[in-house]
């Protein structure tokens, strides 16, 4: 069924009991021609445009708990593309191009919010990487602008913009068409659009093995038994390392735990996402009226998805130093997700060293952002059995080649980045 | 929060602690091949269980030592000096 006002009309009619159920829930067929590990954003959209752009019938997503139930429903919602580096640059820019027709595009409203990112500068030399990353930009057709102190200021009354800030604030530099868009509303998008498009999505059905037989995929073991299957894509996020461990490889990534959290509802009090690199913040308002704010990492290797309160004390101490007024709010939820940090900060969306192989993860911090343009080419990729000259960078073999794409140059340190 | 047990001090509260990551990589010789290079730089095991890792005390006697640790639960198996095998530990 096509979701309209004409279907919300007739539906309303019959007080909403007849709505049909957005996807199946289909028992694992024997074979598929491809079969994505992971039902979050990534995967979905891996199997959607599959199917769509490539014409695959016969795709299987496989889930081991409930869709979105992972990193998709633990992010802070951000989307953006303000990357210095070209590889980043263009990926990025690429992923916000199909956010901000993606409602159209799955006929499922995913709440894209083009309300700005704006990333708040604190010093001198702050003010002088902002302004040369905000020109590197410009130059690859991305939209950034430099506000002065006193435009911040207007705009967002409640920040302390004063002088006597504990971080004074020098100015900060926008990207008008950041935002943010609805998080589980991109799970359930894809999985209703690739489920018309006939793709198996299965929850409840964990991956325990991967089948290999002279260098090349034969079929995955899962919780409901062996699946036969020759192209095979992970998409798992923080489980990346685990995943890949089964087909004997080891990542150049370490997990680890990053914190969310959200305050009470209140009405409208900030209309852009404001985020600081000196102090690691960043806060939005969700269309509830919860105030959505994280930080750091908890800096030790992690698969718990729940991490520890001094994590969060930076955050809330962040929070009151940027903005005083919330200290009125009390924190509602906090929650953690596991975090695929590469050791230089940037995904990889490759073909791996086993024939049939590939996968899509490394996301650090920045995978929600990336999903729209990560199921895209990871889809290429596995298609074509070639990267698209827009993930032709993201390799695995670049940290033995020296192409590594270090966006802070941090160093190899994953909790680093 | 983690109570790490650092053997010259006793249990102690995190925040006066550095993580320093997986312990069992081992620096190569100089004139190792690139490929033990790159395994030491970049590559990880990453376990989803038991990790042998490096703690700093560095708000404390600042001496660094290992820790088994359970990446699931966050449950410390055992700590010890970064010099000896800890109990338990595999590898």
Not at chain 1, 3 to 32: G, Q, V
Not at chain 1, 175 to 197: N, S
Not at chain 1, 326 to 336: D, V
Not at chain 1, 383 to 403: K, Q, S, V, Y
């Amino acid at each position: 069924m096509r979701y309209s006002i004409f279907s919300l009309a007739r539906n309303a009619l019959s007080y909403h009991e007849h709505w049909p159920l957005a996807w199946r829930s289909p028992a694992p067929k024997a074979r598929y021609d491809a079969i994505i590990i992971g039902g979050g954003g990534h995967g979905l959209a891996t199997a959607y445009y599959l199917a769509k752009e490539h014409a695959l019938s016969n795709i299987a997503v496989l889930e081991k708990s409930w869709l979105g139930g992972g990193n998709t429903g633990r992010n802070t919602t951000i989307v953006r593309s303000n990357y210095h580096l070209d590889p980043n640059a263009h990926f990025y820019e690429f992923s916000l191009k199909l956010w901000e027709s993606l409602s159209q595009e799955l006929n499922f409203n995913v709440m894209y919010s083009a309300r700005g990112v704006l990333n708040l500068v604190h010093s001198p030399a702050d003010m002088d990487a902002s302004i040369r990353r905000g020109n590197a930009m410009r130059l690859n057709g991305i939209d950034a602008k430099f506000l002065t102190r006193d435009e911040i200021a207007r705009w967002i009354p409640n920040l302390d913009c004063s002088p006597e800030a504990r971080f004074p604030i020098h100015g900060g530099l926008l990207q008008p068409r950041g935002g943010t868009v609805r998080h589980d509303a991109v799970a359930w998008g894809y999985a209703r659009a690739a489920d018309a498009l006939g793709v198996d999505v299965i929850q409840q059905c964990e991956v325990t093995g991967i089948r290999i037989d002279r260098g090349a995929i034969q079929g995955v073991e899962t919780t409901q038994g062996f699946i036969t299957t020759t192209k095979l894509g992970i998409a798992v996020a923080g489980h990346s390392g685990h995943v890949a461990a089964m087909a004997g490889l080891r990542l150049p990534i370490e997990s680890h735990v990053l914190q969310a959290m959200v305050s009470e509802p209140v009405k409208p009090v900030l209309n852009t996402v404001v985020t600081s690199g000196a102090v690691h913040f960043y806060i939005s308002q969700s269309d509830k009226g919860e105030l959505v704010m994280g930080g750091d990492l908890d800096f030790y290797n992690s698969y718990a998805q729940r991490g520890n309160l001094p994590a969060i004390e930076l955050v809330v101490s962040a929070c009151l130093a940027l903005f005083p007024s919330f200290g009125r709010l009390k924190l509602m939820r906090t929650w953690g997700g596991i975090m695929d940090m590469t050791m230089d900060g940037s995904p990889i969306i490759a073909k791996l060293p086993v024939k049939g192989l590939t996968m899509s993860g490394g996301w650090c911090y920045g995978g929600f952002k990336a999903t729209p343009a990560s199921g895209w080419l990871h889809a290429y990729t596995i298609a074509r059995d070639e990267p698209h000259p827009l993930n032709a960078a993201f390799t695995l073999e670049r940290f033995a080649e020296g192409g590594m794409i270090d966006e802070k140059g941090a160093g190899p340190y994953a909790w680093a980045h | 929060m983690l109570l790490i047990p650092c053997p010259w001090c006793g249990p102690r509260n995190q925040l006066e602690f550095t993580y320093g990551g997986d312990a069992t990589v081992k620096r190569p010789l100089p004139d190792a091949p690139m490929k033990t290079w790159l395994e030491f730089v970049y590559l990880r095991d990453n376990p989803r269980g038991p990790h042998q890792e490096l703690w700093h005390h560095s708000a404390g006697c600042r001496q660094w030592f290992k820790v088994l640790r359970d990446t699931q639960t966050h449950d410390i198996l055992a700590s010890g000096r970064a010099d000896e095998a800890l109990p338990g530990a595999t590898a």
